[in-house]
């Protein structure tokens, strides 16, 4: 969905490095998400935020961490980039009126060497 | 917590025919349960949801079917065609919470 964008869309780097993936949005959501993606484990939440104070950690937020810039941008930081935090990367927004329907980005495949 | 597993993990179908897709939960206190298709490079969207007050859903089709008792649910495709090819996804909310805990996919292939 264009409304929503991730960048980098690909990205390799070494292990122990710090690196960021952001997230923007034009929908107008208070709401919005990070989920990992790895082959036959579906998606899987890291963190969410229901507004720009608002930060809770999700199933697997171990080795991320998140920052709201503001409504529009949504940050995820790896500290220290291990291997196995190779995956697929997306964001999502929903909006907090009533409907539960997330809207995702097109996702951000990071390689950790 | 919730825990959804879904059915099969890969599905080939011929072009025309019907593919059906099932999810369980586990949580009987879930009451939103929406299906997102993720094409291949893109990010997943969504296709049909359903809520815990209704026992069925149609959009053109797609149909989504709903069990509360035995808490599973359904996607039904019928006369399939080759651009429905992609990774299905399942996934069950609780209400207020705007959380979803997804299935863990399953790869759709229609052969023409």
């Known amino acids: 969905d264009a409304d929503v964008t991730q960048t980098p869309r690909n990205r390799i780097t070494k292990t122990g490095k710090r690196i960021m993936l952001e997230c923007s949005q034009t929908?107008?959501?208070?709401?919005m998400y990070w989920y990992r993606q790895d082959p036959g484990l579906g998606l899987r939440l890291i963190y969410y935020?229901?507004?720009?104070?608002?930060?809770n950690k999700g199933e697997i937020s171990d080795g991320y961490s998140v920052s709201r810039q503001a409504q529009a941008k949504f940050s995820l930081s790896l500290e220290s980039a291990i291997p196995n935090q190779t995956a697929l990367y997306f964001c999502?927004?929903?909006?907090?009126?009533?409907?539960?329907?997330?809207?995702f980005g097109p996702g951000t495949r990071l390689l950790v060497l | 917590g919730e825990n959804v597993e879904q059915h099969p993990s890969t599905l080939s179908v011929q072009e025309g025919d019907s593919a059906v897709i099932k999810c369980t939960y586990s949580?009987?206190?879930?009451?939103?349960f929406p299906w997102y298709k993720q094409e291949l490079g893109k990010g997943p969207q969504l296709i049909i949801d359903?809520?815990?007050?209704?026992g069925e859903k149609k959009d053109q089709r797609i149909a989504v079917t709903l069990n509360k008792t035995a808490k599973h649910f359904s996607l039904h495709i019928t006369e399939t065609q080759p651009e429905d090819s992609a990774v299905y996804f399942c996934?069950?909310?609780?209400?207020?919470?705007?959380?979803?805990?997804f299935g863990t996919g399953t790869r759709l292939q229609v052969f023409p």
């Open positions: 999502a927004t929903s909006d907090d009126r009533g409907s539960e329907t997330q809207y």
């Open positions: 929908k107008g959501h208070d709401r």
């Open positions: 935020s229901f507004d720009v104070k608002d930060i």
């Open positions: 949580d009987s206190a879930s009451n939103y």
């Open positions: 359903i809520r815990s007050n209704v």
């Open positions: 996934a069950a909310s609780m209400a207020d919470t705007d959380k979803l805990i």
